[in-house]
């Protein structure tokens, strides 16, 4: 029986779906004579009820690449070679396909922008507007291959709900750093539905008081500079910044930042009694949140979280809140 699936695959490759179908035929069912071969694929018989030279052609084709031979008496059957060789050349050609086709559109899309921006800038810069912003922001965060670097502050074009690419990509091993504002960590459905889910994905997360712009930088060659508030209630559009002094630029204010942010993890110090909802104050902690917001976000009262500071603060041997956050620094509960 003719394994569907690796047809599939052999077509992705390059072959065409009756080659595919052919070569997996022979590997399901052994070696045979054309005639055979046609009625376990599927006959493509001329108007007299002759095979025609179609599947021939396939075949020489298959013999051509290295996945057939000539087998049994005078050569009149055809046998499948193991496919290494053959198919690393098929991917390689592919590969090549692929690349003259994404450079080819490339070139296509840029001969676009020159009619419509024709003062030189349209390589380096772009503005998107309107309903295209929130579908261009999932498309080009679902390509990410290596790193996406984020300043993270409302608004948001996504309506501040959840982000199952970035959980997608971090399954995948994309690296997120983000830098949150304070007013995003204060945000408690925001927190609940976002920032949290990422972070138990593997996000690492630092807070600072304001974040400079809104920023995103993907894989170090594209960086998204979103609105701000004042901004987007006039003008809800974006900022697609490509190769140059200007991306650098804004990469190295990410990293300045990054360098000066409180993170949002527990470091490898944190003492081991104490329990799931105090381990998250202490993250909860450094970002800086007032006691209320902290409160809101754990669902528990003012009470319980004071209760929850004294037990803390006893571990380390602290009278204050600022005793803690200097404790809590100096051993690496954070």
Known sequence: MIDEDLGTHLARLGLTRRQADAYAALLADGPCGREELADRIGRADGPDGELDGELEGQLAELRRLGLITAAGPEGAEHAPVEPSVALDHLAH???AELHRAHQAAVNAYRGYRRTVSPQGTEDL???VTGPAVTERIRQIEAAAEREVLRFDSPPYHTNATANPVEERNLERGVAYRVVYSRSAVENTAYYDVNIRPCIAAGEQARVLPTVPVKLTVFDGRLAIVSMSFVEAEVNDSLLLVHPSSLLSALTGLFETSWRTALPMHRGGGSPPGLGPVQRRILELLATGVTDDTIAELL????????RHLEQIGARAGSRTRFQLAL????????
């Open 327 to 334: 404790h809590a620094a100096r051993n690496g509960w954070l």
């Open 93 to 95: 050609t592919r590969t």
């Open 125 to 127: 810069l772009e503005v």
């Open 299 to 306: 669902g528990v009262s003012r009470r319980t979280l004071s």
